[in-house]
Structures are given as structure tokens and as C-alpha cells.
């Protein structure tokens, strides 16, 4: 099978308070999610802007047998600085950008890739959200909505087309349940994760909460769409119902969650 990835690659700046240090790693929703499909024997392409900071991250992309089909930009690229207090909390900003995908762009890629699955996964704006009707909700199997919830301002749960994704990923970062539950009304199923706290799935009108599984993380960059790359096959590609989709996900999770760690730490760029 192949899976298509619309984001764009980053450099994450990780900073650990306590420890007064941080690294500098390659990083993106396609990185983590990719790898995932990998494992699952997923031929995997990805389109999405890159700019002259990101190179590595691309190059580390191809290591894991990620091919990028698109798009360099002459800017610096998505650069994303997330810092972990003493208290586990996550805070993200993003330090640059890269300008957004075009609809041909994103059109090029589909007709180059030919996906039976396609992962929509923004950063920030990238992703323009007419390019969803470029893609047609057929082929769109998850929106991952941080990057519009980062880029659009209060409402921008309102803005998604609704229907435009079978299963529509969002985190406690990106905003309250209620808004997730919102979402579930004009989706077919929504995942809304709140990292150490578990996970509360939609489907059908049912909210079923999920407890966590595994040891808390220190740095739980990428578990969100390693995840959901995970759950999005085994709720589409197996048609499996989405519980149990996330329960068949959870073995597999936590061992490319490690996987992921342990390659990114040789791919260490910098530490400070």
C-alpha cells in the first residue's frame, strides 16, 4: 500500500527546563507518522515546503526510506521550539515558517504518489485548507488539525470543511474537549489526545475515553502522530471499529515511540 504525507519536515528545538539544555533534532508529523507506516509496510511519500534549516531533516527522511516528493523553498523553513517545564508541560511555538503548499502542488503529489491512504498534517499554514478539496475527501483518510488550530485563531474548528476527513486528530494542545467534541459532529470519528492522560475517541455520537498506556514520556515529540498513523490504518486499511483500531495500535505505538528516540538521538544535531 502507499500512504501520501502533506507536511512540511522541521527542526525541533527541544528545551528541558530542569535541565537547562536543548537539543536540536529532525523532526515533523511526516518523520514520526512515515516511520510508523513503514513499520507497517506502507510505501510512504510526502509533500510539504522545506526550507535551508530543515535539509537534515529531509536527509534523515530518506534514511528511513521517506521519499519527499516536493517542495524546496529559498526561506529558512519550519523550525519548532517546544519546551518541557518542571511540571511535564509541553509549551510549542513556532520559530520560522515556510511559504505554503500551492493546490498544484499538492495535486502533483497525489497524481505522482497515487496514495491509497493520505495523511493531512499541518505545522502551522502549509497547508491551505482549500487544498483539501484539491486532494477530495475520499482520498483525505486523517486531518491532523494542529497546524490550523496554531495559524487560524478562535473558530478555526468551524473553518474545516466538515466531511473532508474520515478521522480527524487533535491534542489537548490545540485546544479543550468540548471543541474535539464539536468536531466529532461533523466527522466521522475524532481521536483527542491528552498525552499522559490518555485518549478520548468519537465515533457514531460515543465518547469512549482510553486510559494511557506504557511509561509517562519525557519528550512525547511525535507520539501524537505516530499514533494516529497507526490508528488510520487499522481503522481504514483493516476496518477495524476506531476503539478497537487504537487498541490493535497500542503494542506497535510504543516500540516505534522508542524506535523513533533512539534514531533521532544519532541523528543529534546540536545541544546547548
Not at 495535486?107 to 483539501?132: H, I, K, M, T, Y
Not at 459532529?185 to 465515533?203: C, D, H, I, K
Amino acid at each position: 500500500m502507499r500512504a501520501l504525507i502533506v507536511s512540511a519536515p522541521t527542526l525541533d528545538e527541544i528545551e528541558f527546563e530542569v535541565e537547562r539544555r536543548t537539543v536540536k533534532l529532525p523532526g515533523g508529523p511526516a518523520l514520526f507518522a512515515g516511520l510508523a507506516l513503514r513499520r507497517l509496510g506502507y510505501e510512504v511519500c510526502c509533500v510539504g515546503p522545506f526550507g535551508l534549516r530543515v535539509k537534515d531533516s529531509i536527509f534523515f527522511e530518506q534514511s528511513l526510506g521517506i521519499t519527499r516528493v516536493c517542495c524546496e523553498r529559498p526561506d529558512e523553513g519550519y523550525v519548532m521550539h517546544h519546551t518541557y517545564t518542571a511540571s511535564g508541560e509541553r509549551r510549542t511555538k513556532v520559530a520560522s515558517r515556510a511559504s505554503p503548499l500551492s493546490a498544484e502542488e499538492v495535486r502533483s503529489a497525489v497524481l505522482r504518489c497515487r496514495p491509497d491512504l493520505v495523511l493531512v498534517s499541518p505545522n502551522f499554514d502549509e497547508v491551505p485548507l482549500e487544498a483539501l478539496s484539491v486532494i477530495g475527501s475520499p482520498l483525505i483518510t486523517v486531518l491532523d488539525v494542529q497546524g490550523y488550530a496554531r495559524s487560524l485563531g478562535e473558530g478555526w474548528w468551524d473553518r474545516i470543511p466538515p466531511g473532508s476527513a474520515r478521522l480527524v486528530h487533535m491534542s489537548d494542545d490545540d485546544g479543550p474537549l468540548p471543541v474535539a467534541r464539536r468536531l466529532s459532529q461533523a466527522f466521522e470519528a475524532v481521536m483527542y489526545t491528552v498525552g499522559p492522560g490518555g485518549t478520548v475517541l468519537f465515533s457514531g455520537g460515543v465518547a469512549t475515553a482510553m486510559p494511557a498506556r506504557g511509561p509517562r514520556l519525557k519528550d512525547r515529540t511525535g507520539a501524537g502522530d505516530i499514533i494516529t498513523a497507526l490508528v488510520s490504518h487499522y481503522y481504514i486499511a483493516e476496518g477495524l471499529a476506531l476503539e478497537e483500531a487504537y487498541e490493535a495500535s497500542q503494542e506497535l505505538f510504543m516500540k516505534i515511540v522508542e524506535e523513533a528516540a533512539t534514531l533521532r538521538s544519532r541523528a543529534f544535531l546540536s545541544q546547548g
